[in-house]
């Protein structure tokens, strides 16, 4: 998939970016997908400094999206989701190998995301495509129960 995230990455499957139209199923897909979701004005504003939105469409079909920010070399991806009807069938890790294409073709140096400490299949999926834990933010994301930790992650481009 280097270089070009229109190409179909999985059969009957691509990755284009993100239009206005897209937003409801983003929106529903974001409510289904986190324990914790944005808020639908953070899903609706698409057009902020840096902004790289993508969707994973099957069959025409949005299954998932991830929301990034590129600003002076540097990436951080804000936002990944797959709709839960969907988990455990690949299209995270195609999510993630589109983010990490993009950097690539956006001449990145560094990619960042946080992830929380709970989120095992996440993790594992981040640790695979390159990233390394570099920090944590302490009892940064709320649970039911409190707060729980971020992992902060990178990778390099150089």
Known sequence: MAANLFLPVMKNTNIRPLVVS??????????????????ENMIRNISSRGSCHYVLCHHDKIYGYFYAQHIMGEVTLL??????????????????????DMCETLNAETAWLEVRESNKSASHLYLKSGFNE???RLNYY?????????IIMCRLFF
Do not use: M
């Not at 936002?79 to 990490?100: H, K, R, S, T």
């Not at 709320?142 to 971020?150: C, F, L, V, W």
């Open 134 to 136: 570099v920090d944590r």
């Open 79 to 100: 936002n990944l989701a797959v709709c839960p009807d969907f988990q455990g069938q690949g299209y995270g890790n195609v999510l993630i190998e589109a983010f990490v």
């Open 142 to 150: 709320p649970t039911e129960s409190g707060k729980e930790d971020a």
């Open 22 to 39: 897209d937003l409801d199923r983003v929106w529903d897909i974001e409510r289904k997908a986190h324990s914790h979701p944005w808020s």
